[in-house]
């Protein structure tokens, strides 16, 4: 399989030509465009503030999948005000294409499915663009173990598509500035094991090698005890959690159950009374949509070391 590509290209057409067509890479899809999208709708919480740092709200005709997840903060309340929300959770085919889409932002298990309705394959007969988040591009093919390159990368392609090339390099070079001064000026010793608690008490929900915690536990100075684990988001056994034996609990914060009541579940089940983590009563929370590629990563980054090594 192709390995995945993070890169953009601009393509003129023929000398003395008006139009300009520009292409960006997709997952394993080159895609073209000859004008920005006009009518956009992201996915997600996180996809959808990809879309509102670059200041593309006026180029949106709204956005799915957020307050199905109980994930939209008030932050992101005040930046999607003027914008309808057209479907609590994933978008039906009938959704996208009824209020005239011309561009979908979304990714695998971020709105669309392998095989499902959603695809770049069945909204291509009615005109929708579809550009896929970098880390879900996993679940198509093969691709590198998550970073924070792949975040920087999804802005840098939507500048392309939506021709605002030069604030999604602005912001991307401010990220990245933001995160060597942390990361210079952090102290840290041998790295902590932690352990991603998404949801589930049978059997825990985590991230794998795949998904962004993995990149945000590295650069924060810890590995993730299922760093080995060649997936992106799944569910693992509680025996490989107590055998792991993880230093640090990070909880992703979002839907019915809270981070409380999932750092109480763990607490309180004598299962996990011999884990260093919850001998110590060493929690972190990050909110889904700081757990989630997306703007938020520099300051989740920040929020892990905090936890991490402020002994």
Not at 60 to 85: F, N, Q
Not at 258 to 271: D, L
Request: net charge negative; proline share 4%.
């Amino acid at each position: 399989m192709k390995k995945l590509l993070l890169t953009s290209t601009t393509l003129i057409i023929a000398a003395g030509a008006a139009a300009a067509e520009t292409t960006v890479q997709s997952c394993d899809r080159t895609i073209t465009f000859d004008a920005p999208p006009e009518r956009a709708i992201s996915n997600d919480v996180n996809l959808t503030e990809m879309m509102l740092v670059l200041g593309l709200a006026d180029r949106m005709v709204g956005y799915t999948g957020i307050s199905g997840w109980k994930t939209l903060d008030e932050e992101m309340r005040a930046g999607v005000e003027e914008l309808p929300e057209l479907s609590a959770r994933y978008p039906s085919k009938e959704v996208l294409v009824g209020a005239d889409a011309d561009f979908f932002f979304a990714g695998w298990n971020y709105g669309m499915k392998v095989g499902g309705e959603v695809t770049p394959e069945t909204l291509e007969p009615f005109g929708i663009a579809v550009y896929e988040l970098t880390e879900s591009c996993t679940h198509i093919m093969e691709t590198e173990k998550a970073s924070i390159d792949m975040m920087y990368a999804d802005l840098m392609n939507l500048g392309v598509i939506f021709d605002v090339e030069d604030k999604a390099a602005e912001l991307v070079d401010s990220y990245r500035a933001d995160l060597a001064a942390f990361t210079d000026g952090l102290e840290t010793g041998e790295p902590l094991r932690v352990f991603v608690y998404d949801s589930g008490e049978d059997t825990p929900f985590t991230a794998g090698r795949y998904a962004m915690p993995t990149a945000l536990i590295e650069a924060a100075g810890g590995i993730n005890i299922m760093d080995d684990f060649e997936k992106s988001w799944a569910t693992v056994t509680w025996e490989e959690v107590v055998e792991r034996n993880p230093e640090v609990i990070m909880i992703v914060n979002y839907g019915e159950v809270t981070a409380e009541q999932k750092r109480a579940f763990m607490m309180s089940n004598p299962a996990f009374a011999d884990l260093d983590a919850v001998k110590n009563d060493r929690f972190v929370t990050l909110e889904y949509v700081e757990a989630t590629p997306g703007p938020r990563n520099i300051q989740a980054i920040k929020t892990l070391a905090e936890a991490f090594w402020a002994e």
